[in-house]
């Protein structure tokens, strides 16, 4: 039997998602998508996962959709059996809980906007992006004429999307598009341990606190402010002066381990 193209591990909380297309520097096949749009519906159920860690196996993230497979099915079929599909991008985006991007490798096009799917981003120093729409000939649909320019700034976005150059890791990260540069070898480490933290914060509060971020970052600043009021008001309506107390002790403690390490 073939090794599954998305492999899925569990363990303490935390769900790990690895593309599994090495030798097609896990291009995203219909099957591809597919799946991780099955296993992201089926992660919401699932109520023992608290972070997704989502990455590639071998020398790459993810270079975009299977061209190979696309040629040979025409654009129209393929968008027109992506419309009786799951909507994988979307499914992503509604997803409630933390989703770290650890970019091992090259994320290219569709697999650039794959990664620009995640809450934020932690790459190799073997990580390269690139969007090479314009040099393939279509228009990006998941995201990237938006979202880069947001996290990025739109100059930056531009000249990346109109020539398709590459953008190294180091430069990605003094440009503010991934949080952290680390050793390959560190890459998964430091991301199981980023999402461990966020598992010992307040059950349930971090969904509360990504659904507030995301959905005022579409607003205007006013609007975003009065969302984030009413809804701050909302949930400490349901809080205690003893909750509250416990949950002080906890962040004091945990603020002089810090400080000592």
């Not at 906007?113 to 990580?127: G, H, K, R, V």
């Not at 461990?196 to 349930?204: I, K, N, S």
Request: with cysteine; glycine share 10%; proline share 3%.
């Amino acid at each position: 039997m073939s090794e599954s193209v998305l492999l899925v591990e569990k363990k303490d909380g935390i769900a790990t998602l690895t593309l599994n297309r090495p030798k097609a520097m896990n291009a995203l096949s219909r099957e591809l998508v597919s799946l991780i749009g099955r296993t992201f519906t089926d992660l919401k159920e699932d109520k023992e996962t608290g972070v997704v860690i989502l990455t590639g196996a071998g020398r790459a993230f993810c270079a975009g959709l299977d061209l190979k497979e696309l040629a040979q099915e025409g654009v129209a079929e393929r968008e027109s059996e992506a419309a009786d599909t799951l909507n994988t991008i979307d499914i992503i985006h509604s997803y409630d809980r933390p989703i770290i991007g650890a970019v091992n490798g090259t994320a290219i096009t569709g697999g650039f906007e794959l990664a620009l799917a995640c809450d934020f981003l932690i790459a190799s120093t073997q990580a390269r992006f690139a969007d090479t729409h314009a040099r393939v000939g279509v228009l990006p649909g998941w995201g990237m004429s938006q979202k880069l320019s947001r996290m990025i700034g739109i100059g930056r976005a531009k000249e990346l999307s109109f020539t398709g150059n590459y953008l190294s890791a180091e430069q990605a990260l003094a440009w503010g598009l991934v949080n952290r540069v680390v050793e390959p070898e560190d890459l998964l480490p430091v991301c199981r341990t980023l999402a461990a933290e966020m598992l010992t914060c307040v059950p349930g509060l971090v969904s509360s606190y990504k659904r507030v971020i995301d959905e005022g970052y579409g607003m205007p600043l006013s609007e975003a402010l009065r969302m984030e009021r009413e809804t701050s008001r909302e949930h400490s309506k349901k809080l205690t002066a003893q909750f509250i107390a416990s949950q002080r002790q906890g962040v004091q403690e945990r603020g002089r381990e810090q400080k000592k390490g």
